[in-house]
Structures are given as C-alpha cells and as structure tokens.
T-cell receptor, first 114, second 112 residues
Framework: EPEVTQTPSHQVTQMGQEVILRCVPISNHLYFYWYRQILGQKVEFLVS????????KSEIFDDQFSVERPDGSNFTLKIRSTKLEDSAMYFC????????????FGDGTRLSIL | DAKTTQPPSMDCAEGRAANLPCNHS???????VYWYRQIHSQGPQYIIH???NNETNEMASLIITEDRKSSTLILPHATLRDTAVYYCIVRAPQGGSEKLVFGKGTKLTVNP
C-alpha cells in the first residue's frame, strides 16, 4: 500500500540553525500538509499546500517557516532559525483530489533543538 | 468545523469488540466524520470515514446515528496492537478548511 515517507526520522539541531524536513507524499496526491506534535500535546495543523501554493496556514506557521515542492515528488518544510520551542514531532500528510478523501500521514520526523 | 467529544480512556479485552463513541452534536449537513488513531508517537493512521451511512472496511466499522449527532467506531476483534489513541474528527471536505483539528482523543488499552 502506498505511503507517505519522511526523512530523517530524527534531526538534532543547534538553536538558531536552519533545518529542512523532507517528505515524499503518496504518488498522484495533490494536497499536502504539515502538522506538528509537541511531546504530550495534541497534533496541530501548520500548513496546507495545493497547486504550488499555500492554501491555508495556522498562527504557528510564521515567517520562520516555509514550504516547497521543489521537484514534483518531495515536499519540504524549512525552519530558518530554530528555537527551543520548535522541538516536536513533525508529520507530513497528503491527500488525493477527490473532495472527501482522507489525509494520509507519514511517521514523522522528531526534531530536537539544543 | 464541528467539535467532537470523546471519553479520555477506555479498556477492552483482547479478542472482544471495542466500541469507541464520539459526540458531534453541532455537525453540519456537509461535514464528514473521520477516525484516525495514533500508536505511540507514530503518525496518525487513517481508519475510516463516513457522512451518514454506516461504513465498514478491513480495519473497522463506523456507525453514525440517524441524526448524525454521534457515531461509534467498532473494532470487531481487538488485538494488543490496537492499543492507541483514537481520534474522531469532523470536517467539511468542500468549502471549508482543509485542516484536521485533533482533540485529545480516546486512549484505548487492549488488555490480554
């Protein structure tokens, strides 16, 4: 069964450094998402992306965050200058083009900011 | 998107059916009910979704009441691997937000 894959599984970064989290969505999916989950807390929506542009973003997704689909297969989340509070699990999700299809999630990248 | 209410935790014996309830009394006519689960710290796993008819797939069954104000996810023969947090989410696929709003869900523990 096709799945969303995320790399790396664990990323350790110094505060203030840039980090890029990578996702390969399910082939032929058209809608892409990033969520995060701080340890012990709820899964929170960050951003949705469709037709090469952001369609919706949350208050968390400030100027330090950006997303890109650089080559038609990868979908990336960049954090420009990481803060301690960015430490979390980051989940990528994708969805097909039928309106009620569910989002399918990857197993996440654990980001640890030191 | 409508809010949902789920019990914080439930227990189930291995091999028995697990029935997980969800209240969504303010659901709108075009909002679907989606169920996901999260095993430990893995990514949320899609289980099933429906609008108003009952649905069944290889993982579970979804029973939606006639007034659509509540639903029940049924795992017919729970195994230890079904121990997870189960989330009930309602959203309108069209004309609304794309985001899924996760609550705290129900922590299901399947006991041997």
């Amino acid at each position: 069964e096709p799945e969303v894959t995320q790399t790396p599984s664990h990323q350790v970064t110094q505060m203030g450094q840039e980090v890029i989290l990578r996702c390969v969505p399910i082939s032929n999916h058209l809608y892409f998402y990033w969520y995060r989950q701080i340890l012990g807390q709820k899964v929170e929506f960050l951003v949705s992306f469709y037709n090469n542009e952001i369609s919706e973003k949350s208050e968390i997704f400030d100027d330090q965050f950006s997303v890109e689909r650089p080559d038609g297969s990868n979908f990336t989340l960049k954090i420009r200058s990481t803060k301690l509070e960015d430490s979390a699990m980051y989940f990528c999700a994708s969805k097909g083009d039928s309106f009620n299809q569910p989002q399918h999630f990857g197993d996440g990248t654990r980001l640890s900011i030191l | 998107d409508a809010k949902t209410t789920q019990p914080p935790s439930m227990d189930c014996a291995e091999g028995r059916a697990a029935n997980l309830p969800c209240n969504h009394s303010t659901i709108s006519g075009n909002e679907y009910v989606y169920w996901y689960r999260q095993i430990h710290s893995q990514g949320p796993q899609y289980i099933i979704h429906g609008l108003k008819n009952n649905e069944t797939n290889e993982m579970a069954s979804l029973i939606i009441t006639e007034d659509r104000k509540s639903s029940t996810l049924i795992l017919p023969h729970a195994t230890l691997r079904d121990t997870a947090v189960y989330y009930c989410i309602v959203r309108a696929p069209q004309g609304g937000s794309e985001k899924l709003v996760f609550g705290k869900g129900t922590k299901l523990t399947v006991n041997p």
